[in-house]
Each structure stands twice: as C-alpha cells, then as structure tokens.
C-alpha cells in the first residue's frame, strides 16, 4: 500500500530563513508520481509540482526548489528566503503510475502535512 | 479560466438533516473526486468519477452518504442523515484525462453538523 510520511507537523521560522519541508513515500511500484500542494489560511489546495519517478532532476521554481531521492524514498521540498506569505500547511502527495484496471493510478495518497508558520 | 466551483463555502445545520454539497469541475477535466479534510485524519478520498461513471467509492464512510454525476459539469454530496462526525472541509477536485496529472482543487465546503 502506499503511504506518505510528513514528519514535520510544525516549523516555525523566521521571514528570509532557508526551511526545507521534509516528505518520505512507500510505494511498491518503480512507476509512480509525486506531488506537492500547498493550503494557506484560506483553506484551498494549490498545486505546487508534479514530479515522476524517472526523473530525479532537482527542480528550481523562483525561490521553491525540490529535491528528490529514490534511494532514500525522498521529495523534499525547500523554500529559500522564505517570506510571511509562505505561510501555510504544504502537502506531499503519491500516485501509483503503471496503468491498472480500475484507475488506481488517478488516486492520490497525502501525507498529513506540515504547517509552516514565518515571522515576520 | 475558472476553477473548481463549489457550494456553499459554508454550511451549519442540525444533526439529522439531509446535507447537499455542490461541485462544478474544470470546463474539460474528465475526473472528478470529493475529499473530506478533517484534523484527525487529514485528506481522505470519498469517491472518484471517470467520464460521469463513479469508478472508486471505497472511501464513503457509510451508506449514509452519496455521489452522483448527473453530467460533466455537476456533481453533489449528499450526506443522509447527517451526524456531527460529518462535520470536516470537503473538497472536490477535478483532473484531466491522463493518468496522473495534477488535481485542482475547489475552496472546500467547512460542513459543521451541531
């Protein structure tokens, strides 16, 4: 089964701070698909990346970058001079990838989530 | 473009009560799925529809709730009768056709069931 593990419940730092938000999977496929999402205080789900397990590139968005490690069942995510607006809970989310019957692959699994807390 | 709709962001009602929550997914997507989010145990998948066809309820507490598709631009909740461990935010989040492609989610409905 699948499962992924958030163990940071909380991080609190302060505004312009580096922060890495750490994301740990299991999954028996070699095929599958790792997300990211983030819900501020307003409460809706916003999508971060998508990333598939053939491609361990680390990915750089502006001050977002992600990195992800199959050897150590990784995708971290980390957030560089980190601002107040960054506040939120960030979500690590898998899905299967092979096709199967039944869809499962359309399935997502989240973790419980971290909630960043940035001071100004 | 315009996102995933739902409604209503807010719901109270009393226990007993029959609860309808409303989705419009994304002009285009061909799957849609209802979460509930609550503190204890985070984001759960209730029910996933494929092309208006329900294709994955093994997530729907009991029979007390119920999904339906009626066309590709509408789905409902509906909780029957209503309990207050129903209380949560629900979500309803729509994809495109190909496996694995990103989820956009709607802004939830915070259900409080007294």
């Known amino acids: 089964a699948q499962k992924v593990t958030q163990a940071q419940t909380e991080i609190s730092v302060v505004e312009k701070e580096d922060v890495t938000l750490d994301c740990v999977y299991e999954t028996r496929d070699t095929t599958y698909y790792l997300f990211w999402y983030k819900q501020p205080p307003s409460g809706e789900l916003v999508f971060l990346i998508r990333?598939?397990?053939?491609?361990?590139q680390n990915e750089i968005s502006g001050r977002y970058s992600w990195n992800f490690q199959k050897s150590t069942s990784s995708f971290n995510f980390t957030i560089t001079a980190s601002q107040v607006v960054d506040s939120a809970v960030y979500f690590c989310?898998?899905?299967?990838?092979?096709?199967?019957?039944?869809?499962?692959?359309?399935?997502?699994?989240f973790g419980k989530g971290t909630l960043l807390t940035v001071n100004p | 473009d315009a996102g995933v709709i739902q409604s209503p962001r807010h719901e109270v009602t009393e226990m007993g009560q029959e609860v309808t929550l409303r989705c419009k997914p994304i002009s285009g997507h061909d799957y849609l799925f209802w979460y509930r989010q609550t503190m204890m145990r985070g984001l759960e998948l209730l029910i996933y529809f494929n092309n208006n066809v329900p294709i994955d309820d093994s997530g729907m507490p009991e029979d007390r709730f119920s999904a339906k598709m009626p066309n590709a631009s509408f789905s409902t909740l509906k909780i029957q009768p209503s309990e207050p461990r129903d209380s949560a935010v629900y979500f309803c989040a729509s994809s495109l056709r190909r496996p694995n492609q990103p989820q956009h989610f709607g802004d939830g409905t915070r259900l409080s069931i007294l």
């Open positions: 989310a898998l899905s299967e990838g092979a096709a199967r019957s039944g869809g499962s692959n359309y399935k997502l699994t």
């Open positions: 990333r598939n397990s053939f491609d361990e």
